[in-house]
T-cell receptor, first 114, second 114 residues
Framework: AQSVTQLDSHVSVSEGTPVLLRCNYS??????LFWYVQHPNKGLQLLLK??????LVKGINGFEAEFKKSETSFHLTKPSAHMSDAAEYFC????????????FGTGTRLKVLA | DSGVTQTPKHLITATGQRVTLRCSPR?????VYWYQQSLDQGLQFLIQ???????AKGNILERFSAQQFPDLHSELNLSSLELGDSALYFC?????????????FGEGSRLTVL
């Protein structure tokens, strides 16, 4: 069965330091992978997506993610955290075969310390 | 602004009651997805419609039903409400049905059941 695992439920970083949010997925077919961000009391917003083009994907607000097939990972990174990055982040996988729904990870809450 | 509109934003009702949540997808999007987000269960996929037809079903209770109308707006009906139905309900839309494109989320309808 398809699944996605976000390895950390909470991550705390200091402002100006790098961010790493980890995501692993199970793979039966070629996946499409996404990262979404949710600020408090808001809907989810797409940060970036991978759909079998370049393995290093650049998104909005300085975020990027690297698709590593050998490790079945799609970790989200940012070189320097900003206070406004504090939010919940969701890794999402979908598959091109069958009529599968989007599968959401359980989320990682990012806290940015001043 | 994602272009997805959800109403109402907030709803407070009593156990045993019935409510209807409404979603207008982004212009041109044919697929509508409904999700439930609660603290204890995270983000749960409920159901997907594509161009008026049910496309995929997730963890949707029998007390819940949905439909998509010819103008592509969708309604989620929740009946015989229980305290545990209190949650944030999101609607999302996408262009196609193949689950590979970006999902655009509304800001959600917060349901409180007292």
């Amino acid at each position: 069965a398809q699944s996605v695992t976000q390895l950390d439920s909470h991550v705390s970083v200091s402002e100006g330091t790098p961010v790493l949010l980890r995501c692993n997925y199970s793979s039966s077919y070629s996946p499409s992978l996404f990262w979404y961000v949710q600020h408090p009391n808001k809907g989810l917003q797409l940060l970036l997506k991978y759909t079998s083009a370049a393995t290093l994907v650049k998104g909005i607000n300085g975020f990027e993610a690297e698709f590593k097939k050998s490790e079945t990972s799609f970790h989200l990174t940012k070189p320097s955290a900003h206070m406004s990055d504090a939010a919940e982040y969701f890794c999402v996988v979908s598959y091109t075969s069958g009529t599968y729904k989007y599968i959401f990870g359980t989320g990682t809450r990012l806290k940015v310390l001043a | 602004d994602s272009g997805v509109t959800q109403t109402p934003k907030h709803l407070i009702t009593a156990t045993g009651q019935r409510v209807t949540l409404r979603c207008s997808p982004r212009s041109g999007d044919l697929s509508v997805y409904w999700y439930q987000q609660s603290l204890d269960q995270g983000l749960q996929f409920l159901i997907q419609y594509y161009n008026g037809e049910e496309r995929a079903k997730g963890n949707i209770l029998e007390r819940f039903s949905a439909q998509q109308f010819p103008d592509l707006h969708s309604e989620l009906n929740l009946s015989s409400l229980e305290l545990g139905d209190s949650a944030l309900y999101f609607c999302a839309s996408s262009v196609g049905h193949a689950n590979t494109g970006e999902l655009f989320f509304g800001e959600g309808s917060r349901l409180t059941v007292l």
